[in-house]
Antibody, heavy 125, light 109 residues
Framework: QVQLVESGGGVAQPGRSLRLSCAASGFTFSSYGMHWVRQAPGKGLEWVAVTWYDGSSKYYADSVRGRFTISRDDSKNTLSLQMNSLRDEDTAVYYC??????????????????WGQGTLVTVSS | EILLTQSPGTLSLSPGERATLSCRASQSVAGSYLAWYQQIPGQAPRLLIYGASSRATGIPDRFSGSGSGTDFTLTISRLEPEDFAVYYCQQYGTSPMYTFGQGTKLDIK
């Protein structure tokens, strides 16, 4: 079955860096787009970034563009999020989620069908 | 930027009742680009509906989605105890590429 397991969360000071990872299994990782979505404590969901199935395109939310970098290693079935210049407002649970596959059709291309359990990032001095 | 506004913010109903949740977009959204998620407190979100009206794998048929343009609806025909959760709509656009509504909390009355 599809499994996504995030790691790398923790406490970081403002201005510092943190790198999150997401280990994927149960599906052909290289055939799917992958996302990061975050949720601040007590708040709603905020989309962060996506990488296309072949890594050719990457897109970011305005709030993280220029500070965060999404990447994938298909040889290790791993998705990563490098977070630099962290701010207090980056405090959140970060989820990785599977996006549309290379053979997706219609609405399945634009939804996030499997999610990990999340990893908590706390930015605090 | 397309904004999604969900209503009501909180909906209090009893098991067995019918729930109707609304998601309104600030601009027209292609039906293919609209999805619904359920989040039980302490858990990750779960995809319910994609393409505005298609149920995701394993989702019971008491969940249904409808709508087009700027108005979309998630309906739960007969509420089960496990359905009390927070529900989010999500759309695919340009910049930002993906956005979520602020959520509707479905409470037990």
């Amino acid at each position: 079955q599809v499994q996504l397991v995030e790691s790398g969360g923790g406490v970081a000071q403002p201005g510092r860096s943190l790198r999150l990872s997401c280990a994927a299994s149960g599906f052909t990782f290289s055939s799917y787009g992958m996302h990061w979505v975050r949720q601040a404590p007590g708040k709603g969901l905020e989309w962060v970034a996506v990488t296309w199935y072949d890594g050719s395109s990457k897109y970011y939310a305005d709030s993280v563009r220029g500070r965060f970098t999404i990447s994938r290693d298909d040889s290790k079935n791993t998705l990563s999020l490098q977070m630099n210049s962290l701010r207090d407002e980056d405090t959140a649970v970060y989820y990785c989620a599977r996006g549309g596959g290379v053979y997706c059709t219609g609405g399945s291309c634009y939804s996030l069908d499997y999610w990990g359990q999340g990893t908590l990032v706390t930015v605090s001095s | 930027e397309i904004l999604l506004t969900q209503s009501p913010g909180t909906l209090s109903l009893s098991p067995g009742e019918r729930a109707t949740l609304s998601c309104r977009a600030s601009q027209s959204v292609a039906g293919s680009y609209l999805a619904w998620y359920q989040q039980i407190p302490g858990q990750a979100p779960r995809l319910l509906i994609y393409g505005a009206s298609s149920r995701a794998t394993g989702i019971p048929d008491r969940f249904s989605g409808s709508g087009s343009g700027t108005d979309f609806t998630l309906t739960i025909s007969r509420l089960e105890p496990e359905d009390f959760a927070v529900y989010y709509c999500q759309q695919y656009g340009t910049s930002p590429m993906y956005t979520f509504g602020q959520g509707t909390k479905l409470d037990i009355k």
